[in-house]
């Protein structure tokens, strides 16, 4: 099992910045792809942004590109999303997710492992 802890949400105004962390333990070795995905109040989960947890290719959904970055402290077991520019469509639970089979990134599907979700509010 991989446990994952999100944390670094909150309330930021148009065009601020954010960073989240995701700790994750247990049997981290195992973890393949690592990545973030968002659901905002009556929306579909969607996906934000993976990276291949050894190798450290990354993988962003066209909307985020630019504006966010993923990237992993791999001694630490630590991912990151640092988000930036953000708008007010942004507002949603961010969800750390672990995978230990490789997949396709930008399903939910893929992934064995979820965190309990931050919340990120960005207030106009």
């Known amino acids: 099992q991989v446990q994952l802890v999100e944390s670094g949400g909150g309330l930021v105004q148009t065009g601020g910045s954010l960073r989240l962390s995701c700790a994750a333990s247990?049997?981290?070795?195992?973890?393949?792809?690592m990545g973030w995905f968002r659901q905002a109040p009556g929306k579909e989960r969607e996906f934000v942004a993976a990276?291949?947890?050894?190798?450290?290719?990354?993988y962003y959904a066209d909307s985020m590109k630019g504006r966010f970055i993923i990237s992993r402290e791999y001694a630490k077991n630590t991912l990151y999303l640092q988000m930036n520019s953000l708008k007010p469509d942004d507002t949603a639970v961010y969800y750390c997710?672990?995978?230990?089979?490789?997949?396709?990134?930008?399903?939910?599907?893929?992934?064995?492992?979820w965190g309990q979700g931050t919340q990120v509010t960005v207030s106009s």
């Open positions: 247990g049997r981290t070795f195992s973890m393949y792809f």
């Open positions: 990276i291949n947890w050894s190798g450290g290719s990354t």
């Open positions: 997710a672990a995978s230990s089979s490789f997949g396709v990134v930008t399903t939910g599907r893929t992934y064995d492992h």
